[in-house]
């Protein structure tokens, strides 16, 4: 395990079977298509899943392939969760900015606790795509992808993704873990899915 004050990374979180299966399954779910996260997300794919710690157990119905990364990577002093794919190819970059998913429920939502990311897979030689971390425009922390590590990241921290610059699928399993008070919790859905596709499917 490779820590720091405001990271932590451990390698090898899964099995390599899992790793493939997780992967397959998320880039043949209808749900992923053009990020629906703001335009800090250049060039990137994705979709997002918003729930509750009471219904973990729906997510995993509907979503079976998440349960081992759920498992193992949900913190127990966290109530609320917003979980997302994340796919970049040549030219996808995310520009700076620090998470607050759940602010289009609640206004008063601050920063999650911390956030999860587990690196399923990346094109071979990556060049670019590193995520770099800051705090009060200083950078505390930039970090290599490397498959199958879990990584854990303070949620407040100003975070970017740099551009990716070779061909090939860099794809990441997000999870914003929050820790809301009673009051902001009611205004947070059970369960949801925010996908383009589920908006276009409706027209």
Known sequence: MKSSKYYSQHSNAFDIAYLHNL???IL????LTINNLNRDFIGTKGFSVVFKRSKIEKVE????FFKPYLDLALLSN???FYLNPLLLQSGSRVEPHIDR??????K?????????????QLPPNLEGGELVLCRHKQQVGQIKPEVNTL????G??????NMVKTTGTRLSLVCEQYNLSESELQDIPEFTIESRAVKAKRR
């Open 23 to 25: 992967r397959g399954a």
């Open 156 to 161: 407040d921290l100003t975070h970017s993704v």
């Open 151 to 154: 990584l854990y990241f303070q």
């Open 61 to 64: 119905q509907k979503f079976s």
């Open 108 to 120: 008063t939502v601050e920063p999650p606790l911390v956030v999860s990311v587990l690196y399923v």
């Open 78 to 80: 966290c109530n609320a």
């Open 28 to 31: 043949s779910c209808p749900y």
């Open 101 to 106: 998913s759940l602010r289009s429920y609640c």
